[in-house]
Nanobody, 124 residues
Framework: QVQLVESGGGLVQPGDSLRLSCEAS?????????MGWFRQAPGKEREFIAA????????LYGVSVEGRFTISRHDFRNTVYLQMNRLKPEDTAVYYC????????????????WGQGTQVTVSS
């Protein structure tokens, strides 16, 4: 059983930066495992942000955040980060960490494991 624990959400002003973290634990993470970030705003569908395949370091980005958000991983731990720069009010959402066996993917349905979510609010 894989557990994903997110941290780092909060209230920030437009233009600020924030970094989210997601630590994965469980035997499955030791194999070929990918982790991704999604977000969901009230009344909207879950949106893909970024994903990273831990074994190879390959990455995918959603169109809406490319250039502002960066996904990365810890060198020695099964942890991925989402660095969010130049935040906008429309980035306000609950951000979810997700994990799956194998290739990184932009499709939420491909992910077997989900964190509890962390709220990010961008407001002046």
């Amino acid at each position: 059983q894989v557990q994903l624990v997110e941290s780092g959400g909060g209230l920030v002003q437009p233009g600020d930066s924030l970094r989210l973290s997601c630590e994965a634990s469980g035997r499955a993470v030791l194999g070929d495992y990918s982790m991704g970030w999604f977000r969901q705003a009230p009344g909207k569908e879950r949106e893909f942000i970024a994903a990273l395949r831990l074994m190879t370091g390959s990455m995918l980005y959603g169109v809406s955040v490319e250039g502002r958000f960066t996904i990365s991983r810890h060198d020695f731990r099964n942890t991925v980060y989402l660095q969010m720069n130049r935040l906008k009010p429309e980035d306000t959402a609950v951000y979810y960490c997700a994990g799956r066996q194998g290739l990184d993917s932009d499709n939420a349905a491909h992910y077997q494991n989900w964190g509890q979510g962390t709220q990010v609010t961008v407001s002046s």
